[in-house]
């Protein structure tokens, strides 16, 4: 039997889908999963439905339908998905009680995505649900190889589950890595849009999902004092980095094939740039947004091979410690070859070639077997003339910073310079913290809770457009071809548990700049 409880949202919940706009409501729908033995489904998607049930966010009624391989029954899959949920949940204990409730809406369609008859069986199972909106509205969330994306869409659409037109809505979500550079990324969007509009496509990138980078364009669009200082005349330069503890691990052979710079700039490092230097848009309708990204994408230059030389580090780790543990080094993790030039670090400098931004440095960094886990964004200002102060205080006077803290310790600071209190004339840097969890509480939403409700509501606010997939393959593609196949030297390597070679550090000091360590707030 299936649950048909009211799960409404409450009226004061009703603003704020995507990254600001009001929210529609879910209509009752089913949601596919190909893919759904894997580890995403188990790790992600589930517990990412189960939470929006628990917070009333799902339709009033719903279905969820596991589509795989391999030989299950509805009950033996719930079970292995309630195992999962008390190991990856984010909320525990886990509601017993609401996820018996919310497992009532799960079936498993055991079937092989090359094989239509299983799509017929799959067509079978969702026309059990009735002739309404639970058999037409569907999102079909693809947690699988990018090989066999256009292979299901065209089953689907066969078996007339994906139309393009239609009265009620049918929405394709697919998973990165969308592509592996500007070709394959191409031919991948032809494959889509030949049986669902760019509008139904719904391409996930889950920094878009998380609280903090949605935060990027409230804090920029809504508070004066800082919206009149976001431009060349005030900022010196940006530094955006993403920085993991963790090394290359089980991944080795899906990491072989993409590196840092497509695992991770790609994608997650310049969303995050795009949100932090764009216009902005004329509204936050998801086009509008998107509009804006894209142009910001376009405007950022295309390195040449001599600029890649100046303007690019690429690194990979050797054996090292991070926080007291032996690491082995990338050409010793599991399934990586024991002579790869594959990168596991990354910095570039980026210039944007518009009116706000012109000869304003970007630098991005991430990087695998690091010293810490962060994701951060540095807005340095520049220094004020020092006419006053230099000879009490030296010649070099603090600049002002803005630090957004994407993850852990989300929040945002302020650096300016102070008195020192005394009868000298001192000057030091002091900080403002704002800081999420003192302000608002702990509650913090995994970023696919978010992605699933807007897929299901259909806001593509927080999704990539066709257009801005391909222009940022455009940038990466530039680099690649400025590495142009070339072994890693020996100054390119780092220890685990450092911060990346050295060529890091002189990339910015040829402009007389420096990293800024994460900040660590107490
Ligand atoms: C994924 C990458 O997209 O993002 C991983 O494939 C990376 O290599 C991960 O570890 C980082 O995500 P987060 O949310 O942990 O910063």
């Known amino acids: 039997m299936v649950s048909s409880v009211n799960h409404s949202i409450a ?3 009703l603003c704020g889908g995507g990254i600001g706009g009001e929210r529609k409501l879910p209509e009752p729908c089913t949601i596919i999963i ?18 929006l049930f628990k917070e009333k966010l799902m339709p009033a009624a719903f279905r969820v339908v596991g589509f795989a391989r391999r030989d299950k029954t509805d009950a033996s899959w719930r079970q292995e998905l309630r195992d999962a949920l008390h190991q990856f949940s984010r909320t525990q204990p886990v509601d017993e009680k609401l996820w018996q409730v919310f497992a009532e809406n799960l079936c498993y369609c055991q079937g092989d995505l090359s094989d239509a008859a299983d799509y017929q069986k799959l067509e079978a199972l969702l026309t059990s649900f009735g002739s309404g909106p639970l058999r037409e ?125 497509r695992d991770m700039v790609q994608n997650h490092m310049l969303q995050v740039l795009s949100l932090i230097a764009m216009e902005p848009p004329v509204s936050l309708e998801a086009e509008a947004v998107r509009d804006e990204k894209v142009k910001l994408l376009k405007s950022i230059r295309l390195l040449t091979p001599a600029d890649v030389a100046r303007q690019v580090v690429r690194g990979q780790y050797f054996a090292g410690v991070v926080g007291g543990e032996l690491r082995p080094g990338y050409r010793q993790e599991p399934k990586v070859k024991t002579d790869s030039n594959v990168e596991t670090y990354v910095a570039l400098k ?150 990346g070679p050295i060529a890091a550090d002189d990339l910015l000091a040829q402009a007389g700049h420096v990293w800024h360590e994460p900040q660590v707030i107490q």
Request: with cysteine.
């Open 11 to 13: 009226s004061d919940e």
């Open 34 to 51: 190909f893919g759904a033995s894997g580890d995403l489904t188990a790790r992600k998607l589930i517990p990412a439905l189960y939470h």
């Open 137 to 261: 509205n569907l999102l079909f969330y693809l947690a699988i190889s990018p090989s066999q994306f256009g292979e299901v869409v065209e089953q689907i659409h066969h078996c007339k589950l994906l139309n393009k037109e239609s009265s009620a809505w049918q929405r394709v979500v697919v998973e990165k890595p969308f592509g592996h550079d500007l070709a394959s990324a191409h031919a991948l969007n032809r494959e889509l849009t030949r049986y669902a509009h760019e509008a139904q496509v719904f391409r996930i990138d889950h920094y878009l999902g998380k609280e903090t980078v949605q935060n990027i364009l409230m804090f920029r669009f809504s508070n004066s004092i800082f919206e009149q200082l976001w431009n060349r005349n005030s900022v010196d330069h940006i530094q955006i980095t993403v920085s993991e503890k963790l090394g290359v691990g089980g991944r080795g052979g899906y990491y072989e094939e993409s590196g840092a710079l």
């Open 350 to 499: 980026l210039l944007i070639d518009n009116w706000r931004w012109s000869g304003v440095p970007f630098y991005l960094r991430t990087g695998k077997n690091l010293p810490q886990s962060t994701s951060e964004v540095r807005i340095q200002f520049r220094p004020t003339p020092n006419v006053l102060f230099a000879a009490q205080c030296g010649s070099q006077l603090d600049a002002n910073a803005i630090t957004l803290r994407l993850q852990p310790n989300e929040g945002i600071s302020l650096r300016f310079n102070g008195k020192v209190p005394g009868l000298s004339l001192g000057v030091r840097p002091v900080r403002m913290h704002f800081s999420y969890d003192s302000e608002f509480g702990a509650y913090t939403p995994e970023a696919y809770e978010r992605l699933l409700l807007e897929a299901i509501v259909g806001d593509a606010t927080l999704f990539i457009r066709r257009d801005e997939v391909e222009t940022a393959w455009q940038i990466v593609d530039s680099i690649r071809q400025g590495w142009n196949g070339q072994p890693l030297t020996n100054r390119e390597f780092y220890a685990a548990g450092t911060w």
